[in-house]
C-alpha cells in the first residue's frame, strides 16, 4: 500500500522558512514524478514543485520560483520542500504528489493527508 505522509507544516512569520517533508513508502518510485501542491480555502488545488525520482530533474510554479527547492532522497525515500521568504499568501495546506507519467490528473496518482502552513503578516 502506497503511503505519502507529509510533515513540517507549521505557523511562521512572513519572511520566515520552512522545510516540509515527504515520507514515501509502499513502492518503488523509479520512474515516478513526485510533487508538491498547495491548497488554500476556498482555492483550487496549485503546482508547487516536482522532481524526477530517479534523475532529479525539478520543475517549479511561477509563483514560488525562486523561494522553493525540492529535493528527493532515495536512501530515506523522503522528498523534501524548503520554502524560504514566506508570504501570507503562502498560507495553504500542502499536498505531496506522486505520478507515474509527467501529468497530475489521471487517477493513479498518489496524494498525501496534506501538512497545513500559515504564514502570519
Known amino acids: 500500500q502506497v503511503q505519502l505522509v507529509e510533515s513540517g507544516g507549521a505557523l511562521v512569520q512572513a519572511g520566515g522558512s520552512l522545510r516540509l517533508s515527504c515520507a514515501a513508502s509502499?513502492?518503488?518510485?523509479?520512474?515516478?514524478?513526485m510533487g508538491w501542491f498547495r491548497q488554500a480555502p476556498g482555492k483550487e488545488r496549485d503546482f508547487v514543485a516536482a522532481?524526477?525520482?530517479?534523475?532529479?530533474?525539478?520543475y517549479y510554479s511561477d509563483s514560488m520560483k525562486g523561494r522553493v527547492t525540492i529535493s528527493r532522497d532515495k536512501a530515506k525515500n523522503t522528498v523534501d520542500l524548503q520554502m524560504n521568504s514566506l508570504k501570507p499568501e503562502d498560507t495553504a495546506v500542502y499536498y505531496c504528489?506522486?505520478?507515474?507519467?509527467?501529468?497530475?490528473?489521471?487517477?493513479?496518482?498518489?496524494w498525501g493527508r496534506g501538512t497545513q502552513v500559515t504564514v502570519s503578516s
Open positions: 522532481i524526477t525520482w530517479s534523475a532529479g530533474f525539478t
Open positions: 509502499g513502492r518503488t518510485f523509479s520512474g515516478y514524478r
Open positions: 504528489a506522486a505520478t507515474p507519467e509527467s501529468t497530475w490528473n489521471r487517477p493513479d496518482v498518489y
